[in-house]
């Protein structure tokens, strides 16, 4: 049964650390999508990707977040410095480009900033 | 713009009866709008999804109805269980993304 896997799981850190978030998409889905969610704001879209190259990242903070594909197996999400209002969780999903498809997700990143 | 509203935000209903959640979206361009369920601490997991082209959609007890003239589509779980707690979300297509609706917390009173 394949699965999206992400890590860290949780990760508390102090306020200006740097935070970086991993996801390893399903073998062979050559979409990522990351998202944030929070009580408030339930599900937003951050940044998603296609065949490794950022299609849209306009739902993230650009002077703190930025987000990557180094390979087919591997996305990142960093922050750098964190802020308390960064705490959330965040998800990473996967899925198939050609007509917009399922997208399933990981088990998501618990981030408390402190 | 980019919008999908959903209702109600919570929702509570007795052991085997229906629940019915609803989904309004903005863009007539919008061909995919599946349903995920959310149990506490865990991932949004694809319960069900239904395409442009099709009016309904029925897998064992949960079903998706779909109407693109008047850009709603609704989620309907028949005898409900127990294990049917969860915060449901609907999603609508807009180009290569998905925009999530705020979420539906459901319980069901056993």
């Known amino acids: 049964d394949a699965r999206v896997t992400q890590t860290p799981r949780h990760k508390v850190t102090e306020m200006g650390q740097e935070v970086t978030m991993r996801c390893q998409p399903i073998l062979g889905h050559n979409t990522v999508f990351w998202y944030r969610q929070t009580m408030m704001q339930g599900l937003e879209l951050l940044a998603y990707f296609r065949n490794r190259a950022p299609l849209d990242d306009s739902g993230m903070p650009k002077d703190r977040f930025s987000a990557e594909m180094p390979d087919a197996t591997l996305a990142t999400l960093k922050i750098q410095p964190s802020e308390p209002r960064d705490s959330a969780v965040y998800f990473c999903?996967?899925?198939?480009?050609?007509?917009?498809?399922?997208?399933?997700f990981g088990p998501g990143t618990r981030l408390t900033v402190t | 713009g980019e919008n999908v509203e959903q209702h109600p935000s919570t929702l509570s209903v007795q052991e085997g009866d229906s629940a019915v959640i609803k989904c309004t979206y903005s863009?007539?361009?919008?061909?995919?709008f599946p349903w995920y369920k959310q149990e506490l601490g865990k991932r949004p997991q694809l319960i069900i999804d239904?395409?442009?082209?099709?009016g309904e959609k029925k897998d064992q007890r949960i079903a998706v109805t779909l109407n693109k003239t008047a850009k709603h589509f609704s989620l309907h779980i028949t005898e409900t269980q127990p294990e049917d707690s969860a915060v449901y979300f609907c999603a609508a297509s807009y180009g290569n993304k998905l925009v999530f609706g705020a979420g539906t917390i459901l319980r069901v009173k056993s």
């Open positions: 239904i395409r442009s082209n099709v």
């Open positions: 999903a996967s899925g198939l480009s050609g007509t917009v498809s399922e997208q399933y």
């Open positions: 863009d007539s361009a919008s061909n995919y």
